[in-house]
């Protein structure tokens, strides 16, 4: 799956990701309200919107990107709906030939962390059949509980040729409490990043490692700092656009191949056509708005990496 | 919630909970016989086969118990099925009067964890109805984020009069990696203590926050520090039992009060049939073993603390 991404991040030029996190409040009204004829203000319902919606903005820009990037607490709100509709998602999003990275921030330990890797990266066997359940490509994985609550994931990453990517330094304002504390005179994500390096060692593709790490666009100086502490991990950055990251800020995340990180953008993507930039498509043409943004964001940021490859 | 644990734990003497983690190879042949027999080596056999299971212990053991902790995990490698044994299993402890603790260890950021919060403790509005998707009383949440993450759990928390239980020191081997990590003097797991105790100040109960801690049994000398750090907060205790803690050993982590404290025992309970000391009850009456887990364990820690009273 990691060759998969960088192959198909160089037939794309396009190592970004698209952030499928619908909250309702961006889901255009003409959807909500088909969705609630059929099935009413239900839990049904408003999985039913948020499917519609997924499936035109994948419709718009799966020709376009490597990967999407579902957020499951989007979905996990509405309850078995909402899963149904993740599921749903990353179904569809496989048939488009995406990969799927599942954001699902996970960490537990031993047979906790097992199951969590089970069900969505592996299989699950029920007496003589083997099954699988949510079926991502990859996973973000929290480190807080160590090695033991990391090397499950690589168990089944292994056999199932899959990828985590673990919480190293995350894109939002508090994440310098613990995460920047300094231990051993570097602060915590270094050590962090450091043993990223190590799990990957263990499981690697062909140039680059199956264990990623999250590093968020906010702290481009600290990126440039993990970039060299894990040459062989890619990195996946949150916090583009909406959350303030820049092209530009970001050319320090990719190794000098011009490979190396994907850069997530949700909100900026799939609610494209509420920003000034995008308005003139309307609400109706919600997707056309994506596909434009995506477009946007690709030029902003293969244009930074050629400006200093 | 935090009075009725208190209340709950006062009643019954014991300041236990039984952790509902059902691994397939922990439930009886013929339970797995009947399941599959109707639905199956599928997922729904496999969901239905740990629905009978888990109905089974808490019919036996409700009476002697303040709450439950079930272990979302091993629900999800079953995908949709697992999960909607989860929420089954939510509501029937709730129907029995038993607090449920959702043992979900997530952790995210502004409105994603805000989602998380409302799918697990609050509710989620679709147009102009309110629904609950999982209903726990009290979620286990992940700190690696800051306060961005923690936050929106106890906005939520504060609506609803529910709690949650900030992972501070794990129980697991590799837990002191990161957590023990020395910082300005002090291992991390003391500055997440703090901030649990600050989380806390914000959102009392009579006696107790809503904003409780994780803290392993198998490191009591950490308890005994950390409970001076968090006087005010819940400590939920796993790694009684199957992972070696033992009563003795976590005297520390209760108040002078008796209370400020719930150990966990999930295998140790459960799967109580496989152990020599309840074989004699025979595979047919796991759940009969199940309860003389509970009354041995509730003796064992109610003795500890009666001995330092």
Redesign the interface.
């Known amino acids: 799956m990691i060759q998969k991404l960088t192959d198909k991040i160089k037939q794309t030029h396009a190592p970004i990701c698209v952030g499928l996190?619908p909250?309702?409040s961006y889901i255009p009204e003409h959807l909500?309200k088909e969705a609630?004829a059929e099935y009413g203000?239900?839990?049904e319902?408003?999985a039913e919107a948020v499917w519609q919606y997924n499936k035109a903005i994948i419709d718009a820009v799966y020709d376009l990107i490597p990967a999407v990037k579902p957020?499951i607490?989007?979905y996990?709100?509405?309850?078995?709906c909402?899963?149904?509709t993740f599921?749903r998602t990353v179904d569809y999003c496989h048939q488009k030939d995406l990969l799927v990275i599942g954001d699902v921030?996970?960490?537990?330990?031993?047979?906790?962390?097992a199951?969590?890797a089970?069900?969505?990266l592996g299989r699950?066997?029920?007496?003589?059949?083997e099954?699988t359940?949510?079926d991502e490509d990859f996973a973000t994985v929290?480190?807080?509980?160590?090695?033991?609550?990391i090397k499950p994931f690589i168990d089944v990453c292994k056999q199932e040729k899959k990828g985590i990517f673990v919480?190293v330094k995350?894109?939002?304002?508090?994440?310098?409490?613990?995460?920047d504390?300094?231990?051993?005179g570097r602060p915590?994500y270094e050590?962090?990043g450091e043993?990223v390096a190590e799990w990957g060692e263990s499981h690697m593709g062909d140039t680059y490692s199956y264990v990623g790490a999250v590093v968020g666009a906010t702290y481009p100086e600290m990126g440039r700092v993990l970039r060299r502490i894990m040459p062989k991990s890619f990195i996946l950055v949150p916090g583009y656009g909406a959350q303030g990251g820049k092209g530009k800020d970001l050319v320090h995340f990719f190794n000098e191949d011009g490979l190396g990180a994907i850069v997530n953008s949700s909100r900026g993507i799939i609610a494209a056509y509420k920003q000034e930039a995008y308005v003139r498509f309307g609400e109706q043409n919600f997707a056309d708005a994506a596909r434009a943004a995506v477009e946007d964001m690709i030029a902003d940021i293969d244009g930074a990496i050629c400006s200093v490859k």
């Not at 921030?105 to 962390?113: N, Q």
């Not at 929290?142 to 609550?149: A, F, I, Q, V």
């Open positions: 996190d909250m309702l909500l609630y203000e239900t839990l319902g408003a957020q607490a989007m996990e709100q509405f309850g078995l909402g899963l149904a599921k921030k996970r960490g537990d330990i031993g047979s906790t962390s199951a969590y089970a069900g969505h699950v066997t029920v007496g003589t059949k099954y359940a949510f929290n480190p807080y509980l160590g090695t033991d609550g919480l995350t894109s939002n304002p508090s994440s310098g409490e613990f995460q504390r300094v231990t051993d915590l050590w962090v043993k």
